[in-house]
């Protein structure tokens, strides 16, 4: 079993930045991945980056590439979500996600998470 806890949601006007945290309850191997994915009202949940745990093959979303960051520091076990240049578009509730690297398919394609944390809220003002 794999306990993932969010933080680091809130608000900030356009161009601003936020940096998500998602705590993991054991060490990240290399057989493992995670991933941030997003939600918001009304629309589908969409991946926006994931991580490997040997740090390979780092995946971005087209619509966030080159404004946010995913990185992984194994020794607190923490995933985080480095997130630049915020748009309103990006106002959505954030998810950590995780599940064994061996599974077949994207991803970002959030059926093949078996573990999740509760989500934080990222507001974006214009």
């Known amino acids: 079993q794999v306990q993932l806890v969010e933080s680091g949601g809130g608000s900030v006007q356009a161009g601003g930045s936020l940096r998500l945290s998602c705590s993991v309850s054991r060490r990240v191997r290399s057989n493992y991945v995670v991933a941030w994915f997003r939600q918001a009202p009304e629309s589908e949940r969409e991946g926006v980056a994931a991580?490997?745990?040997?740090?390979?093959?780092?995946q971005y979303a087209d619509s966030v590439k080159g404004r946010f960051t995913i990185s992984l520091d194994s020794p607190k076990n923490e995933v985080y979500l480095q997130m630049d240049s915020l748009k309103p578009e990006d106002t959505a509730m954030y998810y950590c996600a995780a599940r064994p690297i061996f599974y077949a398919g994207s991803y970002f394609d959030h059926h093949k998470y078996i573990y999740w944390g509760q989500g934080t809220q990222v507001t974006v003002s214009s």
């Open positions: 991580i490997p745990g040997t740090s390979e093959e780092i």
